[in-house]
């Protein structure tokens, strides 16, 4: 266990920790304020800051962590990924594993990812941009709840079932391909629109989503 305590009423200053751990490592992580950086490790982490950033590179393992206000950015790294960030903004890139990537307000984005079985990426009012994911036979959620919500597939073919979910009078959905089915749905007093096609075997599945923004595949 490592700690630092103030002590009386003028405690202050700046610090900051190295820790060198073996592979394979559980980790428990606080900070107030902050910031999270691992670098060319391989543990589980569970940590925790209040308005610092958290940064990921180069490193292998099971990784949940939360910052209040801070943004989060993930490179070249594999395994499982919980990244939340209240306000901040979130890069995932050339990664590979599962994600659950929420932020409340700030625009999230996943670029070079692979997906092993399943992702979803979130926010509440930010937008939200996937690039070209590879894997097999997986399933993709982006939510946004006011802001964008767009998938690029960056002339990758289309292949597999893909789903649009949009609020009915304020919310958009935009597509280059004709849809298979469309329907509408009631949810709190709400009406949504929910359209998909399908093309090859039906894997991937990609489920795109928002509440008043665009939900939106590019070729």
Not at 11 to 36: C, F, K, N, Q, R
Request: with cysteine; glycine share 16%; hydrophobic share 30%.
């Amino acid at each position: 266990t490592l700690e630092e305590k103030f002590y009386g009423h003028n405690g202050g200053g700046s610090y900051h920790w190295t820790v060198e751990v073996p592979a394979a490592m559980e980790v428990d992580l606080e900070s107030v304020t902050g910031g999270i950086s691992i670098d060319g490790a391989e543990l589980e982490i569970d940590g925790n800051t209040g308005t610092g950033g958290i940064e990921i590179n180069n490193a292998i393992g099971k990784f949940e962590l939360n910052t209040g206000t801070g943004n989060i950015k993930t490179k070249k790294s594999q395994g499982e990924f919980e990244l939340n960030s209240g306000t901040g903004r979130v890069l995932v890139e050339d990664c590979q594993g599962n994600f659950d990537i929420n932020s409340g307000t700030g625009g999230v984005k996943g670029m070079q990812i692979t997906i092993e079985s399943d992702a979803e990426f979130n926010s509440g009012t930010g937008s939200i941009e996937i690039s070209a994911p590879a894997g097999q036979d997986f399933d993709l959620e982006i939510n946004s709840g006011t802001g964008d919500a767009v998938l690029d597939m960056q002339g990758k073919a289309l292949e597999g079932y893909f789903e649009f979910r949009a609020h009915a009078r304020t919310g958009k959905i935009i597509s280059p391909e004709k849809f298979d089915q469309e329907t509408t749905y009631g949810e709190n007093d709400d009406e949504y629109l929910q359209k998909s096609f399908t093309r090859g075997k039906g894997t991937p599945r990609y489920f795109i989503s928002t509440g008043t923004g665009q939900a939106e595949l590019k070729k």
